[in-house]
Structures are given as C-alpha cells and as structure tokens.
C-alpha cells in the first residue's frame, strides 16, 4: 500500500472503518494489463466493480463500461469524455437512451429488442450522429438477447444510415477458468463470422466480459501475478477480430484495503473465540467466500507487542444477525478492544455493493493513499436518515 502506512493515525483522524484506495497501485494495474494484451484489443473497466477508481484512470486509453443512469452521471461528474462511455444496463427506459445518445457517448449497448426499438425512437426525434451501437448476446440468463432476436435488431439498425454496428457484445459471468473461456472465444468468433457474412459486417468487433479470476484466498502476493490475463492474450492475439475486454473485478481487486476496529473480544465457553469489529459483511465482500469459511488475507495492527502464540478467532461484523461473519478461525495473537484489522484485495465490489442501508450503521469513509497524501474522497455518512 503506501509506504509505512500509520493505520492507526489514520483511524485516530478519520474515524474506523474505512476504506483506503491506492492511487499509484490502481494506474500501474491499468497498465500492467494493458502491457499484457495484444494489438487488437483494447481496455475496458468496468466501473461497478469501484466507480471511485475511476477518476485516477481518467488519462489512460481506455473505455468505462456504465450500467445504469446513476454510474452515468459518475462519468460526467468525473469529467470522464463520453467518447470513452459505454452505455449498457439490462434495463434502460428511452429517456436513459435518450440521454446517452444526446450526449454522444462512444456506444450504446443494446439487450433487447425494445432497446432497439427506443434507440431508433430517439434518432428520429433528435439531432442525428453516428452512434456506434453493440448488440449483446445472451449468454443463457437474463442479459442480452437470442441470436433471433439479436439479427431481427440488424436488420432494423441497417436501415438507419446514423447507426454504426460496431461488435457483439458477450459476458456469462466472473471468475471464469481459461477452459471456459476458451470455449466462449471459440463460440462467438464463430457467430460474429457468420454475422459478418449474412449481414455484410465490416470490421465486426466482439466486446467480450472475460471475467478473468482473481485469487483472493491465496497465500501469495495476487497483485503481481498476471497469468490470467496472459494466457486470455494468447487466445485472442492471432484472432481475426479486434476485441474490447471488459474487466472489473480484475483489475480494482487489489487496489484498497478495509480497516476496522475491533470492538470487543469474548468466548462462547465452548473453545470458540470472537473479535467482533465495527464493519462487517454489509462493508466486506469476497466473492467465493462461503459464509466466511475461506481467509482472505489479514493484517492484525495491534496496539502492544504480540507473542508468537496464536489462537483461532471468528471475526464477527455488528449486525445483528447470525450471517455477520467475515471469517471463520483466523490465527491471531492476543487480539484486543482497539486493536485494527486490515483487510486486502477488498477493491472490487465491495465498497459499491455492501447492504449499506441494514440496520443504518453509517456508510464507511473511502480515503485514497497517493504516495505520501492521504485525501478524502468520502466522508461517513449517516444512513438511519433514508430508513426514517
């Protein structure tokens, strides 16, 4: 993280718990990735995974992927340049289509036929542009659309001389093996060849959610191991298709920590030992984590020297309910009342979709470590005032 980071300072200053972002870690992420992929591909995050690490990646040449009006309004909030958006959503009403298409955003991903038919709706009644235009294919769930119904959109878009087709749009999930995603690159080449040549597709690029894995129970240091996005290169760099990746979980995993508190320490009489901490599961997620069964990895800042002997404690979260455990038997050294726990690789995810609202504990303050600087992004919010 940055250099001889003082957790305590910095909980004694802003108040645990929180969530500390690395500015300096998430750019060379980018671009270690980027270094990785090949000429015919190009980047693009994700911006669900952590919308705050989008503004230190303003200047890289990469696309945002945006999914809703509200991470819309992120982007413009970020002086992110709409010729960097793309706008996608499972569900967009025509007045989201609207919008992106007003103000002129690098493409707008269609789902369905009705995303279709509001996109041709709003070129009638707007001030026409050429408006590059992905079409998603389903990959079996709810997103995107059957090949059906997906070329019937072709059909359509081609009669409308401002609507640029420019790829099919695939993603099925996260944390994919390559067997998988070999088997996905070999399935859609396959379509998109047969798109490009019953449609007369020129240049059909295939924008592809690779949902590369990221190993957050791994005793090694993740941040530096690049094998995934390696060996996915490899898959695509002889392709006949330019590609736009998606990544998110990917690439933010391993740019924040989470620092809490702990808040008391007791036995249940029966060899069990709790830390219970100020955060917890509606601030904490790792993704394969199964109730808490797998160690994610852990620092214990303690506030006086430590013996070597450990004792397995279950770290609990302060919601009252029996499922606020984020995890089971880790080995601590005699952990006390105000001692802080650092939890790593927490960039994805869990700062943007925690259950913030149970129980209205207060929203944690996201602070961003830029070399030596510490700034504040966001303060502690209080959440009892949207239940009440």
């Known amino acids: 993280m940055c250099a001889k980071t003082d957790y305590a300072l910095l909980a004694e200053k802003y108040s645990t718990p929180f969530y500390l972002l690395n500015k300096k870690a998430a750019i060379k992420r980018i671009e270690e990735i980027q270094k990785r992929l090949p000429q015919n591909a190009r980047l693009c995050y994700a911006i669900k995974a952590n919308a705050f690490l989008m503004s230190f990646f303003k200047v890289q040449d990469i696309l945002f992927e945006v999914c809703s009006p509200g991470e819309l309004s992120i982007c413009q909030k970020q002086g992110i340049s709409p010729d960097k958006i793309v706008f996608s959503g499972v569900v967009k009403s025509l007045e989201d289509i609207k919008r992106a298409y007003n103000l002129k955003v690098h493409t707008i991903t269609l789902e369905s036929?009705?995303?279709c038919d509001f996109l041709l709706e709003t070129v009638k009644d707007s001030d026409r542009h050429i408006q590059n235009v992905i079409l998603r294919l389903t990959g079996g769930n709810q997103f995107g659309m059957s090949e059906k119904d997906l070329e019937e959109c072709i059909t359509k878009i081609q009669n409308e001389p401002s609507l640029k087709i420019r790829g099919i749009h695939f993603f099925t999930g996260t944390q994919k093996k390559i067997k998988t995603i070999t088997e996905?690159?070999?399935?859609?080449?396959?379509?998109?060849?047969k798109l490009?040549?019953?449609f007369n597709l020129e240049n059909?690029?295939?924008e592809y959610g690779a949902g590369l894995p990221y190993d957050?129970?791994?005793e090694n240091d993740e941040s530096s191991n690049f094998t995934a996005i390696e060996e996915f290169a490899e898959l695509i760099e002889n392709s006949n298709f330019n590609y736009v990746i998606e990544l998110g979980r990917y690439i933010a995993s391993p740019c924040a920590?989470?620092?809490?508190?702990i808040m008391d320490v007791k036995s249940d009489g029966k060899n069990n030992n709790y830390c219970l901490i100020d955060g917890g599961i509606n601030h904490i997620n790792y993704y394969g984590q199964m109730m808490g069964m797998k160690l994610p990895k852990i620092e214990h800042i303690a506030q006086k020297d430590l013996s070597d002997n450990k004792d397995n404690y279950t770290i609990a979260g302060s919601?009252?309910?029996?499922a606020d455990i984020v995890v089971r038997k880790v080995p601590l050294c005699s952990p006390a009342t105000g001692d802080l726990l650092v939890f790593n690789d927490i960039g994805a995810y869990s700062i943007t979709e925690g259950i913030y609202l149970f129980l209205s504990h207060p929203l944690p303050s996201v602070l961003c470590c830029d070399g030596d600087k510490i700034?504040?992004?966001r303060k502690a919010e209080e959440t009892y005032i949207l239940n009440s």
Do not use: A, G, N, R
């Not at 996905?184 to 060849?193: G, M, V």
């Open 375 to 377: 700034s504040l992004l």
């Open 257 to 261: 920590k989470y620092v809490t508190k």
């Open 113 to 115: 036929k009705t995303h």
């Open 216 to 218: 957050y129970f791994s």
């Open 319 to 322: 919601l009252c309910t029996t």
């Open 196 to 198: 490009k040549k019953q």
């Open 204 to 206: 059909l690029e295939i």
């Open 184 to 193: 996905e690159i070999t399935f859609i080449e396959e379509y998109c060849t």
